[in-house]
């Protein structure tokens, strides 16, 4: 594997569709949840954390065992109880196979986008089974789910002006020592120990098909 292909799927224009997603942000503006300095910073580390916690243990088991993908697909569409966040995960699940599969084609490929077609297709054990095909690294694969998140967070908050192109890049530069430090706190996850460390940001993400008017999916 080399660094191009890192770079591709991380990048903006690798169409999985997350630009229409907030992970909760645009609810939470809009229910008065960030109004104080410092509300956005602590808003990226508790979703940050709730990616790891709930989205890598599951990424990592179907990385290492493939075929344990229709089972942990059921797991998190069970975990998953907010609406709003199942059907993120959703789309954007199969919006990674679809190009995935557009991109590498291959058997293995086709056989994995044929399971997504009559499963829930999450994106969490997808991602794993996903990146593994196409040649990403485990520890590759981990930090570009955390590293999407960030992203997706920090990239809703510009445009819905709650911070400014500057401020965002210089808090994702701020956060990385402490993602390392995720990553590590988290390499031993197993699915069984999926857990919501963000239950107001998820209340208030469930509310979000109710705002009077909004910018993103979820």
Same mark, same amino acid.
């Given at each position: ?59 990592? %088991? ?9 089972? &942990? *697909?059921? =797991?998190? +569409?069970?975990?998953? #109880? ?85 401020? %965002? ?9 402490? &993602? *390392?430090? =995720?990553? +590590?706190?988290?390499? #031993? ?30």
């Amino acid at each position: 594997m080399t660094d191009w292909l890192t770079w591709q799927v991380i990048d903006s224009a690798f169409p999985i569709g997350a630009f229409a997603h907030s992970w909760g942000l645009e609810a939470s503006w809009q229910f008065d949840h960030l109004q104080e300095p410092g509300d956005l910073e602590s808003f990226l580390s508790a979703t940050t954390q709730q990616t790891a916690h709930s989205a890598l243990p599951l990424l990592a %088991a179907t990385f290492r065992e493939p075929d344990r993908l229709s089972e &942990l *697909d059921n =797991l998190a +569409d069970a975990f998953l #109880l907010n609406h709003i966040a199942n059907r993120a995960s959703r789309v954007q699940g199969r919006s990674l196979v679809s190009t995935a599969s557009r991109i590498w084609p291959s058997e293995k490929m086709e056989s994995v986008a044929a399971q997504a077609d009559v499963s829930r297709a999450h994106l969490a054990p997808l991602s794993g089974v996903v990146f593994r095909l196409i040649g990403l690294s485990f520890e590759t694969s981990r930090k570009v789910m955390l590293y999407g998140t960030v992203r997706g967070v920090l990239s809703a908050a510009v445009r819905l002006g709650l911070t400014g192109s500057y401020q %965002a890049q210089s808090l994702q530069h701020a956060v990385g020592p402490w &993602l *390392d430090r =995720l990553l +590590d706190e988290t390499r #031993l996850l197993e699915p069984e120990d999926l857990c919501q460390t963000a239950p107001i940001i998820d209340l208030l993400q469930s509310k979000h098909d109710r705002l009077y008017s909004r910018l993103f999916q979820s």
